[in-house]
Structure formats: structure tokens, C-alpha cells
């Protein structure tokens, strides 16, 4: 499949990754055109530290009400994240140039990552048939994923609500940790 071309047929279905398995690696470019991987989130942040829990959420586009209310909160819980030795990560099929703008715009501290060819969310099983006002297309369900430090999904969260979800994933996180 040619770069930045993203599969529309349900040949690419795939179930979401259950809590227990190994959360696949990925090597994405973020808003700001550094590649990351799964692997360099979960590291330690600075020597000495414990590693790291990650919070990867995907998301179905940048600047839509939904996505723009996720981010938000996200971006306002993220210190509390942060105190629990958790990274934040966005992740959506739009391409850098729109996570750039869409981060600058909400004063998102952290990462967004461009999954233009639908790579990692087909990896994680996101990628499915959707309905909207009764037509069918291919998309990103919104989903969470919270992996531990062992790079394992801890829990997920399936078609996600927006509206204080945050807040759900902190608590679980904080309950995960204790």
C-alpha cells in the first residue's frame, strides 16, 4: 500500500488489542516531524526513574467538537498525568502539518502523532466500519489505551465519549498504580 494511502475495505478489520497483550510498537511522526516509538514513550524519562505508563488515545480528526473537547481535557489534566509517571499521546490519520496547527491552537503539551496510512490503528484494531446519519465509512473509532510500563494494554476504553474522559482515565490509571 503507497504511503499516506489509507485502507477502505474490511479486509483490514481487525478486533481491538485486549487488556493483558503486548501493545504494538509503532514509529510515527509527531506534530512537530520527530518520529516516535512506542518503545522510546514508555523509557524512563531521565536517568534513575521508573518507566513510563503511556495513555495513547486515537482520535478520529483534528479541529472536529469531539476531538477538540478530548484534547482539552487532556491537556488540562496533564500534569496530574504526569505526577502519575504517565505520557499522553494523540494519535489520528491527519498528517503533521495538521497536529501542528491543531496543538498550537489548544496549547497541547504533548504529543500527536500522524498515522496517515492507518498503520498503527489498524495494529491496535480501531480502524473499523462506521455509520454516520446512516452512510458507512472506514475511520478511527475512538478508542483509549492505557499500556503499562511492561508495554502491555492495561485497559481500554471503547467508543469513547468525550466529555470527561480524562478523568476516567486518570482514575484508572491512579487504581492501576496503587
Not at 57 to 75: H, L, S
Not at 78 to 83: E, G
Not at 131 to 148: N, P, S
Request: aromatic share 10%.
Amino acid at each position: 500500500m503507497p504511503s499516506g494511502s489509507v485502507p477502505d475495505d474490511d479486509q483490514s478489520f481487525k478486533p481491538p488489542i485486549e487488556p493483558g497483550q503486548p501493545a504494538p510498537d509503532f514509529h510515527l511522526p509527531d506534530q512537530t516531524g520527530r518520529w516516535v516509538r512506542l518503545r522510546d514513550l514508555l523509557a524512563p524519562s531521565r536517568a534513575g526513574s521508573a518507566r513510563r505508563w503511556v495513555v495513547l488515545y486515537f482520535y478520529p480528526r483534528d479541529n472536529t467538537p469531539g476531538c477538540t473537547t478530548e484534547a482539552c481535557g487532556f491537556r488540562d489534566r496533564h500534569s496530574d498525568f504526569k505526577r502519575q509517571g504517565a505520557v499522553v499521546v494523540g494519535l489520528s490519520t491527519d498528517g503533521e502539518a495538521s497536529h501542528a496547527k491543531f496543538a498550537h491552537k489548544l496549547a497541547l503539551p504533548f504529543t500527536l502523532l500522524a498515522d496517515v496510512d492507518a498503520q498503527a490503528a489498524m495494529a491496535y484494531g480501531v480502524w473499523q466500519q462506521k455509520k454516520l446519519y446512516g452512510k458507512a465509512f472506514v475511520g478511527i473509532v475512538r478508542t483509549t489505551f492505557l499500556i503499562d510500563p511492561q508495554g502491555r494494554v492495561a485497559h481500554r476504553w471503547d467508543r469513547v465519549k468525550s466529555q470527561d474522559h480524562e478523568a476516567e482515565v486518570l482514575a484508572k490509571l491512579r487504581e492501576m498504580r496503587d
